[in-house]
Structure formats: C-alpha cells, structure tokens
C-alpha cells in the first residue's frame, strides 16, 4: 500500500466522525491499538526532542524499506504517533522524504491541536524525515 493510499484510509476513517470529542477519541484509539516501541528503544536516544510528551521513535532498515516503532506516555500524542508509523512504515527513504503528508490537514488535526502538541507532532515528523535522510544517505556509501 502506499503513503497515499495509507493516508487516504486513515482519512476515510475520521470524515464520519463531525464531534472533536469523537475524533480525539478516534485518535487515542490508533494510539490503544498500536503495538509501541520494543522495550529497548524506550530510552533517551529515542526520545523525540520538542515534545510536551515522552514519544520515543525508533527505526530500523530493511531491504530498502524504513520500519518505524513509536509510543507515547500520552494519550493524544500516542495517537500521533501511530498514525505517522502507520502511514511511512514500510517505504523507501525517499518515498518517505518526498511525501506530502497531507492527512494532517485533512482531519482536521492541525488545527485543532494545541500549539505545543502541534510543535511536538511536527518534531515527530522530522525525527522520521530524518531517520530516512540518514538510511538514504548511508545507502549511497555501501
């Protein structure tokens, strides 16, 4: 499945759903269902830098793809967290550098975040942007 189609799912997801109340319980749900982070991750190295919450992102290549684990101590930033795991595991580096992730926007997150939970979403977006930077790059030395 791609970015796209994965961001399409998740947005067909919440257009039902009209109350706020519904679609942060949406949101604390993908957290509930995700299976977090291996235990050995859950540490400082992995810990997102800018977040109001304990996240911890991890990722690991394989065969050309970039999987990532990710957990909160929060309910709502958990569910930030899964949903972007959801939508870049499995791709290339640059699919994931490339890609316009503009379910964001389309639910309605965004907006209805506050400014800390927003800065801290989007310090978990450039953690992942960045653990595909460094997987493309070492890529291009072997």
């Not at 706020?20 to 299976?35: A, F, V």
């Not at 919450?53 to 990722?59: C, H, L």
């Amino acid at each position: 499945m791609t970015i796209a189609e994965k961001q399409e799912e998740i947005i067909s997801e919440f257009e039902f759903l009209d109350d706020w109340l519904d679609k942060y319980q949406q949101i604390i749900d993908k957290g509930m269902s995700n299976p977090g982070i291996e235990p050995q991750y859950k540490t400082d190295e992995y810990l997102i830098e800018g977040c109001q919450s304990k996240v911890w992102v991890y990722a690991e290549y394989k065969d050309g793809l970039v999987y990532y684990q990710g957990e909160s101590n929060t309910d709502i930033a958990g569910g930030i967290v899964a949903m972007l795991v959801e939508v870049m595991s499995g791709h290339t580096p640059d699919e994931i550098l490339e890609t316009d992730l503009y379910f964001i926007d389309k639910i309605g997150l965004k907006e209805h975040l506050s400014p800390t939970r927003s800065n801290g979403m989007l310090a978990m977006v450039k953690q992942m942007r960045m653990y595909a930077l460094a997987f493309k790059s070492k890529r291009c030395e072997d």
